[in-house]
């Protein structure tokens, strides 16, 4: 057993209260354009901004995570990388091949979207074909929506040897290497379908490298986002005015290749409510927030059930629509979310010692 496991994560409560939200805006922005077809009125625009490009404060905080609970692992060598790989194959990807897998070859074959993926209608080919489909669609995770963070964050997190030689240079030339980073994020955007994985590292690579960097500089960060709360939670309300001005509805500017699209503000946005949500946490982080707690020490498991309980919600036709957008996306939200702690609590008193490799959690 790698000391990875021995040790515990100890996480700053205003990053484990960001987490939680984090988690809550993920469902919330999977549900938005699920209520209704995507119309773009007004009220669909805003929710759209408001909640879609939520993977941004998760991946600043695997960044954050890494700099603050591995790399003093790493330098004193009571982590090797190959622990620290085989940890979150066993705990990352392990739990998502139980869930996807069962999931996917019920669901695939009636799924339009994995026909246009494919080119052809899935489980419709030999088998090989079917074989290679089946890979295919649990590299990508696009049998579902969400699953595609997965296999991206075993990319992310092969890539820690290099990241971690970023946090060791000198100052000047980790500002240079990030600063040509976030403008090709700002120019890249997210990949069509989240299909390609070098696309998606391309994409959030400058997000990655800001977490390092505010694990790096917390001491002299965290005094001034506690000053400037409020001034991030209304420069957050302009980018969203700034991206309904010009008609930009969530992370709708996608490419298939590397080519650009106008200014990536998604991703600027969630940004700013990163640090927005930051700083009202750390001036909150001395006092008991169970819900934000619970949220986030549930959320990989949250995260890999919610669109597995939404689909079994949905074809059992449980989920109501009133005609009201916010209402609806709300009982969805609180219904999915409930079936995913239904879900967790089952597998926690079914398998005791083994809910993590089957729920994430």
């Known amino acids: 057993m790698s000391s990875l496991i021995r040790e515990p994560i100890v996480i700053l409560n205003s990053f484990q209260y960001l987490r939680g939200?984090?988690?809550?805006?993920?469902?919330i922005a999977h549900m938005v354009p699920r209520v209704y077809p995507r119309s773009f009125s007004v009220e669909e625009s805003a929710a759209y901004n408001l909640f879609q490009g939520g993977t941004t404060?998760?991946?600043?905080?695997?960044g954050f995570i890494l700099i603050h609970v591995f790399l003093p692992r790493f330098a004193s060598g009571r982590l090797s990388?190959?622990?620290?790989?085989?940890?979150?194959?066993?705990?990352?990807?392990?739990?998502?091949?139980?869930?996807?897998?069962?999931f996917l070859l019920l669901t695939a074959s009636q799924n339009n979207l994995v026909t246009s993926y494919l080119g052809h209608a899935f489980g419709t080919g030999d088998f090989v074909q079917n074989t290679k489909d089946t890979l295919w669609l649990l590299y990508t995770g696009r049998h579902v929506f969400a699953h595609w963070y997965v296999t991206f964050a075993i990319f992310l997190f092969a890539l820690t040897p290099l990241y971690v030689v970023y946090s060791r240079a000198r100052p000047t030339v980790r500002a240079l290497i990030l600063g040509l980073a976030f403008i090709m994020s700002l120019c890249l955007h997210k990949p069509m379908w989240d299909v390609s994985k070098l696309h998606a590292l391309?994409?959030?690579?400058?997000?990655?490298?800001?977490?390092?960097?505010?694990?790096?500089?917390?001491?002299?960060?965290?005094?001034?986002?506690?000053?400037?709360?409020?001034?991030?939670?209304?420069?957050?309300?302009?980018?969203?005015?700034?991206?309904?001005?010009f008609g930009y509805h969530g992370t709708q500017f996608r490419t298939l290749s590397l080519s650009y699209a106008g200014p990536d503000l998604m991703l600027l946005q969630k940004l700013v409510l990163t640090f927005a949500l930051l700083a009202l946490f750390e001036r909150l982080k001395h006092k008991n927030l169970?819900?934000?707690?619970?949220?986030?020490?549930?959320?990989?498991?949250?995260?890999?059930?919610?669109?597995?309980?939404?689909y079994i919600l949905m074809q059992s036709g449980l989920l109501p629509r009133s005609g009201?957008?916010?209402?609806?996306?709300?009982?969805?939200?609180?219904?999915?979310?409930?079936?995913?702690?239904?879900?967790?609590a089952t597998a926690k008193l079914s398998f005791p010692k083994y809910s993590r490799k089957i729920v994430g959690v």
């Open 290 to 310: 169970p819900v934000l707690t619970s949220l986030a020490e549930n959320s990989f498991g949250i995260f890999l059930l919610h669109p597995i309980v939404y």
């Open 202 to 245: 391309l994409y959030f690579s400058s997000v990655y490298m800001i977490g390092i960097e505010t694990a790096l500089n917390w001491d002299r960060i965290a005094p001034r986002l506690q000053r400037n709360v409020w001034t991030l939670f209304v420069l957050w309300l302009m980018l969203i005015g700034l991206q309904m001005s």
């Open 324 to 344: 009201v957008l916010a209402l609806d996306v709300t009982i969805w939200a609180t219904m999915v979310m409930t079936g995913c702690y239904a879900a967790i």
């Open 21 to 27: 939200i984090a988690i809550l805006i993920i469902v």
């Open 81 to 102: 990388y190959g622990a620290f790989m085989r940890d979150k194959i066993e705990n990352i990807w392990l739990p998502y091949l139980i869930l996807a897998l069962p």
């Open 57 to 62: 404060p998760f991946v600043f905080l695997s």
